[in-house]
C-alpha cells in the first residue's frame, strides 16, 4: 500500500479527534474506498476507522451512479457502528459536517436533500451511506464523502456543467489533509450528538437550500413537482404538492426549479 506522506503525516499531526480517522488508511489508488472500509468493517476495524484514497477507479454515488474521482479530490469513508435507529441521521451529520468544513474556509455552501452540497448552484460534494446488515442487526455502516477539492472542474466534460472544485472557488490549491483533519473533526463533534436527532435535523433544516424552494424529484417510478416543507423526524422530505396534499419523500433526486 503506498502512503502519501503529506496527507497522511499531516492528518497524523493534527487530528484531535478521540476516534474519527485514528485508524488512518491511505491508498494512492483503488476501486472505491467504499469496498476497503467494508472488508476492514468485516474484520472488526474499530469506529473511527478512514480509508482515504487518492484515486478511485471506480466510485459509487447515490442511486447506483459513478462518483468520479480524479487525482486532487478527497475520498474519505469511515467504519461506524451507530445504533440501527440512528442511521437515518448519517445523510445529515455527513453533509453538515462537509457544510460547515466549507464554511470554516470561508466559502459559502448549501446542502441539497439528501446530502449534496452544492457551492452556487455546482456539486462539490456527494455522500453515500453503506450499511451492513445481519438480519435485523446492524454491523456496521460506512458514510463514504468525495469533496471536489484540486482540480479544475471545467477541464471534465463528464462534471464541467454540473460541478465545481474548492480549488476553483477559492482561486488557489488547498491542502487535502487540512480538509481532511476538518471533516473529522466536525463529523466527530455531530456523531457525539447522534442521541439528540432534534439538534442534528434541526442543524440539517437550517443549512438546506431546498426547504421552501419548488422542486421536482425522481422516485424512479415518477416524477413528483412541488415545494418542499419541511425534513421529518426519520429524515425524509415533506413536499407541498400543487393540490394542497402533503407528500412524504423517503428517497428520490431533488432537482430546484427555477421561478
Known amino acids: 500500500m503506498k502512503r502519501n506522506p503529506d496527507i497522511v503525516s499531516y492528518i497524523q499531526a493534527n487530528l484531535r479527534t478521540q476516534f474519527f480517522g485514528r485508524e488512518l488508511h491511505y491508498l494512492e489508488e483503488t476501486t472505491s474506498t467504499q469496498d476497503v472500509a467494508r472488508g476492514l468493517?468485516?474484520?472488526g476495524s474499530p469506529e473511527g476507522?478512514?480509508?482515504i484514497a487518492g484515486t478511485q477507479k471506480a466510485g459509487r454515488g447515490r442511486l447506483g451512479r459513478t462518483?468520479?474521482?480524479p487525482e486532487g479530490g478527497l475520498a474519505v469513508s469511515f467504519v461506524l457502528r451507530p445504533p440501527l435507529e440512528a442511521i437515518r441521521l448519517l445523510p445529515a451529520i455527513s453533509s453538515v459536517a462537509v457544510f460547515r468544513t466549507l464554511q470554516n474556509?470561508?466559502?459559502k455552501a448549501a446542502i441539497k436533500w439528501p446530502n449534496d452540497v452544492l457551492i452556487q448552484g455546482k456539486k462539490v460534494c456527494g455522500i453515500l451511506i453503506e450499511n451492513g446488515l445481519d438480519g435485523g442487526r446492524l454491523k456496521y455502516s460506512i458514510p463514504g464523502i468525495g469533496i471536489?477539492?484540486?482540480?479544475?472542474t471545467t477541464q471534465y466534460p463528464e462534471i464541467a456543467d454540473i460541478s465545481t472544485s474548492l480549488s476553483v472557488e477559492l482561486g488557489h490549491e488547498i491542502a487535502i489533509g487540512e480538509v481532511a483533519?476538518?471533516?473529522?473533526?466536525?463529523?466527530e463533534g455531530l456523531y457525539l450528538q447522534i442521541s439528540d436527532?432534534?439538534?442534528?435535523?434541526?442543524e440539517w433544516m437550517s443549512n438546506m437550500q431546498t426547504i421552501?424552494?419548488?422542486?421536482?424529484?425522481?422516485?424512479?417510478s415518477a416524477i413528483i413537482e412541488g415545494t418542499a416543507r419541511s425534513i421529518n423526524a426519520a429524515g425524509n422530505l415533506i413536499m407541498a404538492l400543487d393540490d394542497g396534499t402533503l407528500k412524504e419523500i423517503i428517497a428520490g433526486d431533488v432537482t430546484i426549479l427555477k421561478k
Request: net charge neutral.
Open 41 to 43: 468493517a468485516e474484520k
Open 49 to 51: 476507522t478512514a480509508v
Open 67 to 69: 462518483w468520479f474521482s
Open 105 to 107: 474556509l470561508g466559502i
Open 148 to 152: 471536489n477539492i484540486n482540480f479544475d
Open 181 to 187: 483533519v476538518a471533516l473529522c473533526s466536525e463529523l
Open 197 to 202: 436527532p432534534a439538534y442534528i435535523i434541526g
Open 212 to 220: 421552501g424552494r419548488r422542486i421536482s424529484v425522481s422516485t424512479g
